[in-house]
């Protein structure tokens, strides 16, 4: 092994080095950033759901007016529109944020991979409005304990009801069902089974999906957030996975019910311990470290301490860096802690400049924040990222940031300070012979030792 | 999971087949990109997230789709051949149909049943197989056809835009490029950028084909020496990848390529998951199909000519309507035909009608034939590779059949 543990940590589990942060070490100090407070919330904090929907409820009641020719809302409706826009704004601003100034990067490691499991496209004006809520109240709390309230969490959350259609699935015999002639819609049960728990590869079948629709109908979405109505809950009992569930009331006791078994299901076990080791180790995993993990599951009842703590000690987990590619956003944000930029640089930015530092270069480099391709998140292989075009915007991020960011950084100190180790000579022979500094930061941003890890 | 061994194999793969090339700096050798035998041009649109062929291609002839569907489907289709009629925002491609330049194939998937995944679903439209656990999924079925074609170069197949097309991967190299790219290093820079790349093949040979295409493509931009400036530029062209990406541009960038050496150029369009009102949630994609198809024709010019364009999609829609006025993942589906080489103003397939009795599951559109048909058979007229080596190679365990001849 050529690589110091604390190397591995920081670049492998967390968003890598940051001038100045004291190193936290490896194994057991991993541990201790998912248990305690979340102090990187608390210091970049984001509104809650009543906040959220007031916003949205206030500019809906404004455009109603203003639509209706009433020309006083006119100036009301404009702040609202500006007030919106910095909420969202807010969100991808104070999501960076805690990714580049946190001292525990393992612990926004784990949030960004939950939050790419339940991936949610956030469409439309109130989807947008709410899609931080969903991160900060229905991922982030549950990200180090049992993966049935994550599983409960996030499938319940409106964000999650909206995009994959629940919030439009009735049950066909229900009161609503009957009277409005409406039906089921399957989306939401067909990606909680292939998507989120068991893996395409599980052992449910087309019967299973189209239960599991009939069980979820009731899940509606209000201005307070997700309510049950057993006016479109499907009667009777349905079986999904050869188990039964509720009785002639349906209930949403039984939706819990069922989330609870799918979530200590050996097929999940074994799907979210493969996930994990691919996302975080490498596009080949060791199916023994797989297996490991699984089993920690198991044993567990899907605890996510153990689960983690069983990655951790496996030595597959410690083995020399280079395995994966950084994604776009873990790219740009071990760039702007390798560059040092400074907290009041980048917390509270206007919109221009969170779309200028953020947004734009996630577009260009194919990861646009809120916008993955399907509610499978983004891909994990290295191909998929390093393309031609990819790796060209790569590039031209690296040139704009180390001209932004880069002022007082000599090149051959950065190529240090930011791989240490992994820098490989002829790297440290490149960025010295660079004719412009510019283009030495920019080199050492775009070489394969810092897109990797 | 699919994927899983799918990337070591493609990793030796890539690493084996540019081991000699990927040293080769582009600034010091220029790279010359062969041409295959033939002027015959090929395009393939992936429609991801499964278009709905009975409302886009839809058999109107038959009152039982009515009663499938109240609340789905346009009210005034185009009628195209006394049975099946085209959906109004598609409208725009009749001129097209009555040229003879546009046609449709119907009931057809690919050998995908049941679990009714995008993801598998599109996994297995693009490596052309029978099924996800094949020897070869790991790769396109594009990237295993220009095996057979004798003087294949890398920029003989282009994917075009920001994401990685599985249909291309494979044992040849194959070149990618979106249509805002662009690269402002100086000289000097992009030769360390070659130093720095060599070792590791993924990088040296995304690296080595974007300052390539940067440099051919861009020949218009000046790399300033004013640092301000030259950020400003770069801000305003990684702007405008946000509208970049629409259906427009990528059939415009690949009708450029597709005028010189590039033979194969293959985009997606994206759109097609109607599962909540789709009278108004489809119009989207529908315009972009559209948009696609009269881009490439009026870029194109004479090359549309000696052009076929293939449109497919990973699986069709449910036969019902849903309870939200939209259609859930189904099996059989239809694909999109069109270019000056394709024998159009025809509905291609065998139609098995929309009984109960007659549906696949009792539920979707039953398939009667296979997606890799008839584009084999596109595949053996366009470039004369034979039906034995398509049955083995590009689309194994398939069996062609009779010719339905969507060639003229």
């Known amino acids: 092994m050529v690589h110091s543990l604390e190397t591995i940590a920081a670049i492998r589990f967390g968003y890598g080095f940051r001038p100045g942060e004291p190193d936290l070490g490896a194994r057991d100090q991993l541990l201790q950033q998912i248990s305690g407070a979340d102090l990187a919330q608390q210091a970049f904090p984001t509104p809650g759901f009543q906040e959220r929907m007031g916003l949205h409820r206030s500019f809906r009641a404004l455009h109603k007016r203003v639509k209706n020719e009433d020309e006083s809302a006119e100036p009301e409706l404009k702040k609202a529109k500006v007030a919106r826009r910095a909420l969202v704004v807010n969100d991808v601003n104070m999501r960076c944020a805690r990714a580049i100034f946190s001292p525990f990067g393992f612990r926004e490691r784990l949030a960004a991979f939950w939050a790419d499991h339940f991936t949610v496209i956030a469409k439309g004006q109130m989807p947008r409005v709410i899609h931080g809520d969903f991160l900060d109240r229905a991922i982030r709390p549950h990200i180090a304990g049992r993966f049935a309230d994550l599983l409960i969490a996030s499938t319940t959350h409106p964000s999650m009801l909206i995009f994959l259609d629940q919030t439009k699935s009735i049950g066909p015999n229900s009161k609503i069902g009957k009277k409005k002639k409406r039906g089921l819609n399957e989306n939401l049960a067909r990606e909680v089974l292939e998507l989120h728990t068991m893996g395409v590869g599980g052992s449910y079948t087309q019967a299973d999906v189209r239960q599991l629709a009939e069980l979820l109908t009731g899940l509606i979405v209000t201005r307070k957030g997700m309510q049950y109505s057993k006016g479109a809950a499907e009667p009777g009992a349905e079986t999904v996975l050869g188990k039964s569930y509720g009785g002639e009331k349906a209930s949403e006791t039984d939706i819990l019910a069922f989330l609870e078994d799918l979530a200590v299901h050996p097929d999940t076990a074994n799907y979210i311990a493969q996930k994990l080791v691919v996302h975080f180790v490498s596009d080949e995993p060791d199916p023994e470290m797989v297996a490991h993990i699984r089993d920690a599951f198991l044993t567990s009842g899907g605890d996510l301490q153990s689960v983690y703590t069983a990655m951790l000690e496996h030595p597959g987990a410690w083995v020399d860096i280079g395995g994966k590619v950084k994604q776009p956003f873990d790219f740009i944000v071990s760039g702007y802690r390798a560059l040092n930029v400074q907290r009041d640089v980048i917390s509270n930015l206007k919109p221009r400049d969170v779309w200028r530092i953020f947004e734009i270069p996630l577009i260009s480099m194919g990861q646009p924040p809120r916008r993955a391709l399907g509610p499978n998140g983004w891909p994990e292989e290295a191909e998929a990222w390093i393309t031609p075009q990819g790796l060209a915007a790569r590039l031209q991020w690296a040139l704009v940031a180390s001209a932004r960011f880069g002022d007082g950084l000599d090149p051959r100190d950065f190529v240090l300070s930011s791989l240490r180790e992994v820098a490989g000579e002829t790297l440290k022979f490149a960025v010295a012979g660079s004719e412009k500094k510019i283009e030495g930061l920019a080199l050492a941003l775009s070489s394969p030792e810092f897109n990797r890890r | ?408």
Not at chain 2, 316 to 343: C, K, P, Q, Y
């Open chain 2, 1 to 408: 999971m699919g994927y899983v061994d799918r990337s070591r194999r493609r990793f030796l793969a890539k690493t084996l087949a540019i081991g000699c090339s990927a040293a080769a700096s582009p600034l010091v050798t220029p790279v010359t990109f062969a041409s295959v035998n033939s002027d015959k041009r090929l395009v393939v649109i992936v429609l991801r997230g499964g278009m709905d062929g009975l409302d886009v291609v839809a058999p109107v002839g038959d009152p039982l789709l009515a009663q499938y569907r109240p609340n789905v489907g346009a009210a005034s289709h185009s009628d195209l051949d006394g049975f099946f009629a085209l959906h109004p925002k598609l409208s725009g491609l009749m001129p097209m149909w009555q040229s003879g330049e546009l046609a449709f194939v119907h009931a057809v998937s690919t050998p995908y049943r049941n679990k009714r995944s995008h993801f598998d679903g599109q996994d297995i439209l693009e490596a052309g197989v029978a099924e996800i656990n094949s020897d070869i999924h790991d790769s396109g079925w594009i990237n295993r056809m220009l095996a057979q074609m004798p003087g294949a170069g890398k920029e003989t197949a282009f994917s075009v835009g920001r994401e990685s097309m599985l249909l291309l991967r494979g044992d040849l190299p194959m070149t990618s490029w979106s249509p805002e790219g662009r690269i402002d290093l100086s000289p000097q820079a992009q030769l360390m950028l070659d130093v720095i790349y060599q070792k590791d093949p993924l990088f040296a040979e995304a690296g080595s084909v974007a300052l390539t295409l940067a440099a051919q493509l861009n020949l218009d931009i000046e790399v300033s020496d004013d640092d301000q400036v030259m950020m400003r530029q770069i801000m305003k062209n990684m702007q405008a990848a946000n509208r970049f990406q629409r259906a427009t541009s990528l059939a415009a960038f690949a009708a450029n390529r597709l005028r010189e050496d590039t033979r194969i150029a293959a985009f997606s369009i994206g759109g097609w998951d109607t599962h909540r009102k789709q009278t108004s949630s489809i119009k989207k994609a529908l315009g972009q199909l559209q948009a696609a198809l009269t881009t490439l024709k009026s870029e194109l010019g004479q090359t549309w000519e000696k052009t076929a364009v293939v449109c497919m999609t990973e699986f069709g829609r449910t036969v019902r309507e849903n309870g939200s006025a939209g259609t859930d993942h189904g099996t059989g589906g239809a694909m999109v035909l069109a270019g000056g080489l394709i024998r159009g103003r025809r509905v291609y397939g065998d139609w098995p009608g929309l009984r109960d009795d007659q549906l696949f599951k009792n539920r979707d559109l039953m398939p009667t034939s296979d997606v890799r048909r008839y584009t084999a058979w596109m595949i053996r007229d366009l470039y004369g590779i034979s039906a034995s080596e398509l049955e083995a190679a590009v689309f194994p365990g398939l069996d062609m059949g009779g010719n339905p001849k969507v060639i003229s």
